[in-house]
T-cell receptor, first 113, second 113 residues
């Protein structure tokens, strides 16, 4: 089976812009979770989608949003970018959601200037 | 809320054994995971514990004590390629009342010749 894929792998944006990141889960997996990883805070949970519905969310501002399509692919959007949004954004898929082992994609490294 | 603590850095010698500890506080505990993350790469799943005791998988073993809020990852016969960050992650209820996987900040392990 192909693993989790994320596009783009690298991205440079400026403050105030918005960005959309994409994640394709492992075939057959219906849950996609998004995480932000920074050196200072480590891996932090953003939200989880399951069968096109947001099932859970972490403690991030409303500028961070996401959605999931019928084929389980997911997108994450960050509006009005801030310098502190510079991070590695990881998505992970699992077959039944947080109850099962999550498999991570390679991540999108976002740099906000 | 959730609190996960693990040492920031550890150093060990090739061929030796190292134990990486993780203590946690969480509500609605529903499993503990260990992930390995090499620099610049995605986390990869190592082990999962939901019941007390030791789970062994080749050179890697993981132990859980739910009453003590404690886990450790044991790596035997260390190899240079084991130099990586080891992430302890606990599944529990977050502030939005759903289940989420919350990560510690990781233990950076350096294996020396």
């Amino acid at each position: 089976k192909a693993g989790v894929t994320q596009t783009p792998r690298y991205l440079i944006k400026t403050r105030g812009q918005q960005v959309t990141l994409s994640c394709s889960p492992i075939s057959g997996h219906r849950s996609v979770s998004w995480y932000q990883q920074t050196p200072g805070q480590g891996l932090q949970f953003l939200f989880e989608y399951f069968s096109e519905t947001q099932r859970n969310k972490g403690n991030f501002p409303g500028r961070f949003s996401g959605r999931q399509f019928s084929n389980s692919r997911s997108e994450m959007n960050v509006s009005t970018l801030e310098l502190g949004d510079s991070a590695l954004y990881l998505c992970a898929s699992s077959s039944l959601g947080v109850a099962e082992t999550q498999y991570f994609g390679p991540g999108t490294r976002l740099l906000v200037l | 809320g959730q609190n996960i603590d693990q040492p920031t850095e550890m150093t060990a010698t090739e061929g030796a054994i190292v134990q990486i500890n993780c203590t946690y506080q969480t509500s609605g505990f529903n499993g503990l995971f260990w992930y390995q993350q090499h620099a610049g790469e995605a986390p990869t799943f190592l082990s999962y514990n939901v019941l007390d005791g030791l789970e062994e998988k080749g050179r890697f073993s993981s132990f859980l004590s739910r009453s003590k809020g404690y886990s450790y990852l044991l790596l035997k016969e260390l190899q240079m390629k084991d130099s990586a960050s080891y992430l302890c992650a606990v599944r529990g209820r977050n502030s939005n009342s759903g289940y989420a996987l919350n990560f510690g900040k990781g233990t950076s392990l350096l294996v020396t010749p």
